[in-house]
Every structure is written in C-alpha cells, then in structure tokens.
C-alpha cells in the first residue's frame, strides 16, 4: 500500500530505474547472454510497473516484483521462434578478468533455470525461501535446482563455487 | 572462491547511461502517452454518455436506470493469456463473491494436524471450478467458482464447519482446505462495505473471541496463545462495530516496518486473521484495514512483547544458525547416510523447519522409534547429536542431550524429515 501513494507520484519510475536497472539488466543478461536483448527486457519490465501499478508492501517486495516480471519476459522472448541471436559472452564488453571470464563462461553453460537460480542466490544473495517466492516454486525444488548447478559448476571449475 | 570471482565479474555488468537515459525518456513519453490517450477516450465516450442520457431523460426514464447500473457493473473480461499475468497464480477460488485460499497464517489454528482426513470431514458437494484462470490475465472481478485450478475440481462443504469460513477443494492431485480471506472488490478504492462484526458473522454462529492466537511473522508459526481476559474483552466491546476500510477511506498509509500477526479464535474454532501495524495502530483484515484504540492495542503489543512461550526446536541446540557449518544425518529407517559437503544451503532448509516448532519437554515414552540422527554443530570435533523419533500417533519427538521435546501446536511429521534430507542435502544427489 506504500505503494498506492508512490505509484501517483510521477517520479516512481524514475526512482524505480535508479533502483533496479543494474539489478535488472544482470537478471536479463543471464538469460538472454547478450546486452542488447537484456536492454528490452528491462525497458518491457518497467513499461509491465508502469501499467499495472501494482500494489507493493515495501522496496524488497517491488523489487522482487520487477525480478518476477523480467524473469517472464525473458523466457517469452526466449521462446518465440524468431528469437535465434545468443552472441558469446566473448562479444559482451565487460572488461573481465581472465578468472572472471572462466567462472562466468562456466555458469553460462549452465541451463537457464541452474543460471538463474545462481544468479538470485550468490549475486542478490537472496535466501531459498525468497527465491521459491520469486519463481513461484517449492523452497525444496529451488534447494535441489541450486545444489545440482553447483555439481554442475564443480569439474568446470575444479573447484566448490561456494567454499564456505 | 568462485563466488567472489561471480559477484565481482557480474557487478561489472551494469546498465549503460545512454541506455539508462533512452529509458527515463522513453517511460516518461509511455507515462504521457498512456494520459493522453485515456484523456481522448474520455471525449467520445462523455459525448455519448450525454447524448444517451438527454434521450433517456426525455425518453425513456426507464432505459436510464439500466444504463447506469450497466456502467457501474464490474465487468469481467479475459485479456490474454500469458506466462506474465502472476496475478492469477495464486490458489485461489472465487465462490459467493469471495475469495477462498488456502493460508499459512491459519496452520493449525483448527486442525492440530496435517495428518487431516479429508473424507471424513467432507461435506456436501456446493459446485465446481467453471472457468480456469490460471495463466490469464484478466480485469473485473472473477465470476464465482472461477479459480487457477483446473476445470472440474470440485468444491465441498467441510461438516460443522460453516461454508462462509471455509471450504474444501478437491481435484485429481490434493485435497486442500481454503478459507475465506476477503470480499472481492475490483480494486482497493472500492468500498468493502462491511464491518468486523459481518465477517465474525459469517465465519462462526458464536461469532465471540475466545483466545488469540500470536504469529511469527517470518513464517507464520504458532508463538503463543493469550485468553487474557482484558484483551478478550477489549477485543469483543471493539471490535465488532469497527468498519472494515479500503486505503482511501483509511485515509493513511497502514503500513509500517513492523508487524503483529495475530488469529483471533472463535468459540466454534473458527479463526481470523489479522496483522496489526505498530506504527500507526492500524489493522489490515478480511482484504482491508481498521483503526485501533490505544487501549486494545497495548494490550496486542503486550502479547507481542511476551513472544513465544515455548522455545523452538532450534533454540534447543548450542549453536547459532550462522556458527553451523558441519551436518551429518543419518536416516534410520533405510540406513542411508549423508555428510553435507556445503552445508550452508542445507543449513537454511534445515533451521526453517526448526525454527517453525515450539516445543515442550514431554516424559520418555516407549512407543517410538528412533528415525533420523544428525549431527549439527561448527565441526566434526564439535557437535551436538540431535535425535528425531516417531511415535505412534505419527508425532516426531526431537531428544537433545537427553532430553525429550515434542510441538506443542502443530506437527511434525517423518515425511518432512525425509522430504528435507532428499531435497535440500547431498543425499537427493547421490539418489539420483
């Protein structure tokens, strides 16, 4: 209901991009691995909260809104027929590492589900439960999804992802 | 290692400022575009509003009456159907002009079981989902008997239990108790139209408070149950008369940081579920909000000050959640073992369960047989053994140091013990 009273002040969007652009751009560039797709899906996210206004209880719920929101339409796009262009991660113009480039050549062959499940875990350091939330799945399938893609990351990576 | 090298390599990706500034400038002009164009939809339709009421005025005064409870009517329509329209995701069923979903605030408020059977309690059958809205977006409020599952399942009175408070769902996979959470209404500046007094009505034909019951607000676990009587009857003199608002009659804005769920219990078991707003002594219920008298709400801070009664299973071990970093189980019915290799994810799982019983220490009992053993603690060196039983009546009883504790609300079944080691350790991995 917080919200009711931002979503009439004209300025809610623009506090929402400085917001969660960068949040939302990284969700969409895991799934989409190239930037110029990622940048529609964050501009279809906003466009989603400016016509439906939806009601939030507070930042972390809209926020974890627009994750939901980006999420659906990246699997949309991903979808449709036409869509065909994954560029390499090599194309992207993020000045890697040559560590950073293998651990996140390694994710990105990760299956989508496995990509995204590491991305809201390690990355937004979201909890298992809120996760489940989020993807509308069970607590103990997004356990599962997670232990898997880090079996998955191991022999690529030789080592944990997670050493804690 | 790796996860530091991921974090640092996606803090990289970040969104352009040309992107970023195209983007203010494009949702402004959508913003502008989506004003404009509901501005000149206005006109045609104020024009021939006018025209259709100086006929009917002249006319027909009959013709009149129709047209305007046609314009104010809801009306329901499908837009589209799309893996976007999360709305429609929730279980929920519309039936009576209310909606109808299962809620975990409400766990074991009346039945102390999930062991519950479901053909005894089933009563008569009162109808069927009709039209199945799961994945479609759509506006007005939802017919009855409209739901997100499947056409067909089928809807049933629960015996002695009032249809108006709950129901029991029934489809191919489950069996489900809903329970009636609020009065549809298109959207929230439409007035609810209805008064604590109303819903108590509907929910129990003793519509007294007799307990309260104070919820976790993290997970909706049962705390503590309060039969005070200066809280029973403040709540029973106050309120029944309270209107139940919409935000706009509310007129400010509820929420705050801080919340106090809390079920007030009614005679015939019947429950309802509130959450108070400290900040503004405000309470949304039944899909809308009530103001609070100081008095009343001292007394639910009180009861919210007190916190649990009884210790959760996790409060048992020595150990903080975050100091656990070494898990070993062992499942006694089927001899599997399981070390978890990184046990920080199985940690969580393993603490929300802990975390959602109280306990209490109960006397050695005979019937029971030892189901799971694990090991929690910081290392293979230091660590506590916590045992798992199962009894006869399907309850498990955790024994720490000895010591034996069961729930006091609630209950905790094997399956969930079991359900915890195959999905959220090693053990599920090995299986496959």
Same mark, same amino acid.
């Given at each position: 209901?917080?919200?009711?009273?931002?979503?009439?002040?004209?300025?809610?969007?623009?506090?929402?991009?400085?917001?969660?652009?960068?949040?939302?751009?990284?969700?969409?560039?895991?799934?989409?691995?190239?930037?110029?797709?990622?940048?529609?899906?964050?501009?279809?996210?906003?466009?989603?909260?400016?016509?439906?206004?939806?009601?939030?209880?507070?930042?972390?719920?809209?926020?974890?809104?627009?994750?939901?929101?980006?999420?659906?339409?990246?699997?949309?796009?991903?979808?449709?027929?036409?869509?065909?262009?994954?560029?390499?991660?090599?194309?992207?113009?993020?000045?890697?590492?040559?560590?950073?480039?293998?651990?996140?050549?390694?994710?990105?062959?990760?299956?989508?589900?496995?990509?995204?499940?590491?991305?809201?875990?390690?990355?937004?350091?979201?909890?298992?439960?809120?996760?489940?939330?989020?993807?509308?799945?069970?607590?103990?399938?997004?356990?599962?999804?997670?232990?898997?893609?880090?079996?998955?990351?191991?022999?690529?990576?030789?080592?944990?992802?997670?050493?804690? | 290692?790796?996860?530091?090298?991921?974090?640092?390599?996606?803090?990289?990706?970040?969104?352009?400022?040309?992107?970023?500034?195209?983007?203010? @400038?494009?949702?402004?002009?959508?913003?502008?575009?989506?004003?404009?164009?509901?501005?000149?939809?206005?006109?045609?339709?104020?024009?021939?509003?006018?025209?259709? !009421?100086?006929?009917?005025? !002249?006319?027909?005064?009959?013709?009149?009456?129709?047209?305007?409870?046609?314009?104010?009517?809801?009306?329901?329509?499908?837009?589209?159907?799309?893996?976007?329209?999360?709305?429609?995701?929730?279980?929920? #069923?519309?039936?009576?002009?209310?909606?109808?979903?299962?809620?975990?605030?409400?766990?074991?408020?009346?039945?102390?079981?999930?062991?519950?059977?479901?053909?005894?309690?089933?009563?008569?059958?009162?109808?069927?989902?009709?039209?199945?809205?799961?994945?479609?977006?759509?506006?007005?409020?939802?017919?009855?008997?409209?739901?997100?599952?499947?056409?067909?399942?089928?809807?049933?009175?629960?015996?002695?239990?009032?249809?108006?408070?709950?129901?029991?769902?029934?489809?191919?996979?489950?069996?489900?108790? $809903?329970?009636?959470?609020?009065?549809?209404?298109?959207?929230?500046?439409?007035?609810?139209?209805?008064?604590?007094?109303?819903?108590?009505?509907?929910?129990?034909?003793?519509?007294?408070?007799?307990? @309260?019951?104070?919820?976790?607000?993290?997970?909706?676990?049962?705390?503590?149950?309060?039969?005070?009587?200066?809280?029973?009857?403040?709540?029973?003199?106050?309120?029944?008369?309270?209107?139940?608002?919409?935000?706009?009659?509310?007129?400010?804005?509820?929420?705050?940081?801080?919340?106090?769920?809390?079920?007030? !219990?009614?005679?015939?078991?019947?429950?309802?579920?509130?959450? !108070?707003?400290?900040?503004?002594?405000?309470?949304?219920?039944?899909?809308?909000?009530?103001?609070?008298?100081?008095?009343?709400?001292?007394?639910?801070?009180?009861?919210?000050?007190?916190?649990?009664?009884?210790?959760?299973?996790?409060?048992?071990?020595?150990?903080?959640?975050?100091?656990?970093?070494?898990?070993? $189980?062992?499942?006694?019915?089927?001899?599997?073992? #399981?070390?978890?290799?990184?046990?920080?994810?199985?940690?969580?799982?393993? $603490?929300?369960?802990?975390?959602?019983?109280?306990?209490?220490? @109960?006397?050695?009992?005979?019937?029971?047989?030892?189901?799971?053993?694990?090991?929690?603690?910081?290392?293979?060196?230091?660590?506590?053994?916590?045992?798992?039983?199962?009894?006869?009546?399907?309850?498990?009883?955790?024994?720490?140091?000895?010591?034996?504790?069961?729930?006091?609300?609630?209950?905790?079944? $094997?399956?969930?013990?079991?359900?915890?080691?195959?999905?959220?350790?090693?053990?599920?991995?090995?299986?496959?």
């Amino acid at each position: 209901m917080t919200e009711s009273l931002r979503t009439t002040d004209s300025n809610f969007i623009m506090e929402a991009i400085e917001k969660y652009s960068d949040t939302l751009i990284r969700i969409s560039y895991s799934y989409m691995r190239n930037m110029s797709d990622a940048e529609d899906m964050t501009q279809d996210a906003f466009l989603q909260l400016i016509k439906k206004k939806p009601s939030f209880e507070n930042d972390l719920h809209e926020k974890a809104w627009l994750i939901r929101v980006t999420i659906n339409l990246c699997k949309n796009r991903l979808k449709t027929a036409w869509f065909r262009k994954t560029l390499p991660l090599g194309e992207a113009r993020f000045d890697f590492t040559e560590k950073e480039s293998e651990v996140m050549s390694a994710v990105f062959e990760l299956p989508t589900k496995y990509r995204n499940i590491i991305h809201l875990f390690y990355f937004e350091e979201y909890r298992i439960s809120e996760i489940a939330t989020i993807l509308g799945q069970k607590e103990s399938t997004i356990g599962s999804q997670l232990h898997r893609a880090r079996k998955m990351l191991k022999p690529k990576l030789k080592e944990d992802f997670d050493d804690e | 290692m790796n996860k530091e090298v991921y974090k640092s390599a996606v803090s990289k990706i970040q969104t352009a400022d040309v992107f970023k500034a195209k983007l203010e @400038v494009s949702m402004k002009l959508t913003k502008a575009g989506i004003n404009t164009l509901k501005i000149k939809r206005l006109v045609p339709v104020i024009a021939t509003l006018l025209i259709i !009421i100086c006929i009917s005025t !002249i006319f027909l005064p009959r013709l009149m009456q129709v047209s305007v409870e046609n314009n104010t009517k809801d009306e329901f329509k499908i837009m589209d159907e799309s893996s976007n329209a999360m709305d429609s995701y929730a279980s929920v #069923v519309y039936i009576y002009g209310y909606s109808y979903s299962p809620s975990e605030w409400l766990k074991y408020s009346r039945y102390d079981s999930d062991e519950i059977n479901y053909d005894a309690i089933r009563g008569l059958k009162i109808g069927e989902v009709t039209l199945d809205l799961k994945g479609k977006r759509y506006t007005g409020t939802p017919p009855d008997f409209s739901s997100t599952f499947d056409k067909g399942t089928e809807i049933y009175t629960i015996k002695n239990i009032k249809k108006e408070s709950a129901v029991l769902v029934v489809n191919k996979d489950s069996k489900s108790i $809903f329970y009636r959470q609020n009065k549809v209404v298109l959207n929230e500046k439409i007035p609810i139209n209805l008064t604590v007094l109303d819903v108590l009505n509907m929910l129990s034909d003793t519509p007294k408070v007799s307990s @309260v019951e104070l919820r976790d607000e993290n997970d909706g676990s049962w705390m503590r149950t309060s039969e005070k009587e200066r809280l029973l009857s403040l709540i029973n003199k106050e309120l029944p008369k309270l209107a139940i608002l919409n935000s706009q009659e509310l007129g400010k804005e509820p929420y705050s940081n801080n919340r106090i769920p809390i079920n007030l !219990i009614l005679k015939d078991g019947a429950a309802l579920h509130m959450q !108070i707003y400290p900040e503004t002594k405000c309470a949304s219920v039944f899909g809308g909000y009530i103001k609070l008298s100081s008095e009343l709400y001292g007394e639910i801070q009180e009861l919210f000050d007190q916190g649990e009664k009884y210790p959760s299973i996790s409060k048992l071990l020595p150990y903080k959640e975050s100091d656990v970093s070494y898990l070993y $189980f062992v499942n006694n019915i089927n001899g599997e073992k #399981v070390l978890c290799e990184n046990p920080i994810w199985s940690r969580d799982a393993l $603490f929300s369960m802990l975390n959602y019983y109280r306990v209490e220490q @109960v006397k050695v009992n005979t019937d029971k047989h030892l189901v799971m053993t694990s090991t929690i603690g910081k290392s293979k060196d230091d660590n506590i053994i916590v045992n798992f039983y199962e009894t006869e009546e399907k309850q498990i009883i955790t024994e720490v140091n000895g010591v034996y504790y069961k729930p006091v609300k609630g209950q905790m079944l $094997f399956k969930e013990l079991s359900d915890y080691l195959y999905n959220s350790t090693d053990l599920g991995l090995i299986q496959k």
